[in-house]
């Protein structure tokens, strides 16, 4: 399929863009506020994923690779929003932020994500990042142009504000 989408075929390149497009969409719908949002940054993915094929050498996850440049997609789209991240020193929040397995363990994941969607863009995009997609600070900062400390404190950040969120959910869930 790979070397058939490389050739230009539009056959195999509609069977690609059809295999991956629903779970890529996924992907971008964490890191943008709604469906049609997610939509665009889906489509311009797919358009480098065409554009950059030859690149991909074969090691490795293909899927990975996609998702790669789909997160890479969503953080261009996220760059020209010009988003601020605020910096809190870590050591000042408290211990219990966080998330409690037991808690998260009774909410759907539909209803985890949009609890995540409802961060700022700034803590939803860098836990999305380290939590979700595995990137070590170093490389969040590096993607997102922030220090280690600032990319540190937007995670702790939103873990404690998800805390919170999901602690509300559940007792309102309780009543």
């Known amino acids: 399929m790979i ?10 390149q509609k069977a690609l863009y059809m295999r991956f497009s629903a779970k890529m969409l996924g992907v971008c719908l964490r890191y943008t506020k709604n469906r049609e949002e997610a939509e665009d940054v889906l489509q311009d993915g797919f358009v480098k994923v065409f554009h950059h094929l030859s690149q991909y050498t074969g090691t490795g996850s293909f899927e990975g690779w996609i998702r790669r440049i789909m997160v890479n997609s969503a953080l261009e789209h996220i760059r020209k929003k010009k988003i601020v991240y605020s910096h809190t020193d870590v050591q000042n929040l408290e211990d219990d932020c966080l998330l ?40 969040i900062a590096e993607m997102l142009d922030i220090s280690e400390g600032t990319s540190k404190s937007q995670l702790a950040r939103a873990r404690k504000i998800l805390q919170e969120k999901l602690n509300k959910n559940v007792v309102s869930k309780v009543r």
């Open 100 to 139: 409690d397995a037991e808690v998260m363990s009774k909410m759907a994941v539909q209803d985890l994500l949009a609890l995540i969607r409802e961060l700022s863009p700034g803590y939803q995009i860098v836990f999305n990042l380290y939590a979700i997609e595995g990137y070590p600070h170093k490389e």
């Open 3 to 12: 070397t058939g989408c490389r050739a230009g075929k539009r056959d195999l």
